[in-house]
């Protein structure tokens, strides 16, 4: 045994005599180093000088604390709001000041009932008795949540129902809801497109599909609004760099993410000279729903059916569910092997509380109502035609939007050059209306947060409920603001 060792000590030595110079070197460098950091203290003391409380309190006295939050004046949009109270019952005629109901066909604005032009209510069904009874009824059944996300014991029959429904509707192979409207498109975007990836984009994509955009970590092109020239440009400079590294471009995924309806412009998207673009550049398109899901085509499908596109040209559609569908949350539809890869990687599916029984029964019913009379989507046409003819022509005033387009923007044809200024006029506008018992909103934006911010401007929605008399009252009462104030 003693001879083994001696011999391992010999073998050592020789090692040593025979390594290169500088590998004796950087060993001993490394030895030095490390007796160093075990013998060296890791913070010096400093030499402690204590105050008198003469200067304690000076220095208490000197500090200004910073404020919690930036100040504003006491005009700011944001501290000067109206207060909705209650609605008037369409069945009954009463007025009931229950606070956090859903708004309704008429509402208590500031203490005044008024005619609602400022609710996305569009088919109406927030009033609907039966959407009431269905979720009232999945109320006593289920209780009011499910206490965990869909993965984890957060799924319920309605669940499975609702998908199964949306999907079937939509003509699509499979659905996903999601438990909030907006974090269904920013959570779907980032689940398919990532770092390296590239995402063609409108720039007058809504806020959610911003920041679907930031979560994704991809490469971001803007085209311009709904101009299909610019967007080819793009496809074809991407095109030219692929060919570069052709390497690398196999990897790379590429999107076109538009609205079928855009929110901030109530413009329609091209869709089939989209569907060209993608076939042509070997792109997958994305397309958010949420203004004309229930809206357009003869049974309420969006765009695809308004413009007559093959559904499965479209890779992946999204839409909220609390502008037609009366409810709360969101869904995507497509084909079954594209809505599977969200169920593990969609952020607001995964780790968001699911949708509350009563609200998927809510969308249930809504979605029964929509197939039963379709009739629906047609008088609401109708009643966008209206609204849109009748604000022609109003003075100081621009009016925004397509004709089938149940959200309007009012925008002032000459601006003062100060955003703040024309916030102002308008203000006055919608105050002035409301004075009169039409209820409008200002079109609301973050505006540090938008990427390309809109014109400010008065949205005026549309509803099935309201009646010729109450459009042609509303016009009127505009037409008459903007002469008084924009004089």
């Known amino acids: 045994m003693a001879s083994g060792q001696q011999w391992v000590l010999v073998e050592m030595v020789q090692a040593f005599y025979e390594a290169p110079a500088y590998h004796l070197i950087l060993e001993g460098i490394l030895i030095l180093w490390i007796i160093r950091l075990l013998f060296s203290k890791t913070y010096k003391l400093q030499e402690r000088s204590d105050l008198t409380e003469k200067e304690k309190e000076e220095l208490i006295e000197e500090w200004q604390p910073e404020p919690l939050v930036p100040l504003v004046s ?172 052709p390497r690398k471009a196999k990897v790379i995924r590429r999107f076109i993410v538009i609205e079928g309806l855009y929110i901030n412009t109530a413009d329609l998207c091209p869709l089939p000279e989209l569907v060209k673009l993608k076939y042509k550049y070997k792109v997958r398109i994305f397309l958010e729903e949420s203004m004309s899901f229930g809206v357009l085509g003869e049974h309420g499908r969006g765009v695809t059916e308004h413009f007559g596109v093959n559904i499965d040209d479209i890779d ?101 050059g100060s955003r703040t200024d024309d916030l102002k006029l308008l203000r006055a506008i919608v105050d002035y209306s409301l004075d009169r018992q039409i209820a409008l909103t200002l079109a609301r934006y973050l505006d540090k947060e938008e990427r390309f911010l809109p014109p400010p401007s008065i949205r005026v929605v549309v509803t099935v409920e309201q009646t010729q008399e109450e459009i042609e009252r509303a016009a009127q009462c505009i037409r008459q603001a903007a002469e008084k104030i924009l004089k």
């Open 74 to 245: 006491k005009d700011h949009p944001s501290l000067n709001y109206d207060v909705v109270t209650g609605f008037v019952s369409a069945v009954s005629g009463h007025i009931s000041e229950e606070m956090n109901l859903p708004p309704s066909h008429k509402i208590i604005v500031n203490g005044k009932e008024c005619v609602n032009f400022a609710s996305f209510n569009f088919l109406g069904l927030l009033e609907s008795e039966r959407v009431k009874l269905k979720a009232l009824s999945s109320l006593k059944k289920y209780g009011v949540g499910t206490c965990g996300p869909r993965g984890f014991y957060g799924t319920f029959d309605v669940h499975l129902e609702l998908e199964e429904r949306l999907a079937k509707f939509m003509r699509t192979e499979e659905a996903i809801i999601y438990s909030y409207g907006f974090a269904t498109i920013a959570s779907a975007i980032p689940a398919y497109s990532k770092r390296g990836d590239i995402i063609f984009v409108d720039e007058a994509a809504c806020f959610s599909i911003q920041k679907g955009l930031q979560a994704s970590r991809s490469f971001i092109k803007y085209f311009k609004h709904n101009d299909m020239e610019d967007l080819e440009r793009l496809l074809k400079e991407q095109e030219i760099e692929d060919q570069k590294n």
């Open 316 to 416: 992946l559609i999204s839409a909220n569910m609390e502008n037609a569908l009366a409810s709360i949350g969101g869904f995507c539809c497509g084909r079954s092997f594209v809505i599977d890869h969200q169920r593990l990687s969609g952020q607001g599916y995964c780790f968001s509380a699911s949708l509350p029984p009563m609200l998927a029964a809510a969308a249930i019913e809504a979605l029964n109502i929509m197939e039963e009379d379709p009739g629906l989507f047609r008088v609401l046409r109708d009643k966008c035609k209206h609204v849109h003819k009748a604000l022609q022509g109003t003075p100081g005033l621009k009016v925004v939007g397509e004709p089938l387009a149940p959200a309007l923007h009012l925008q002032l044809e000459n601006s003062s």
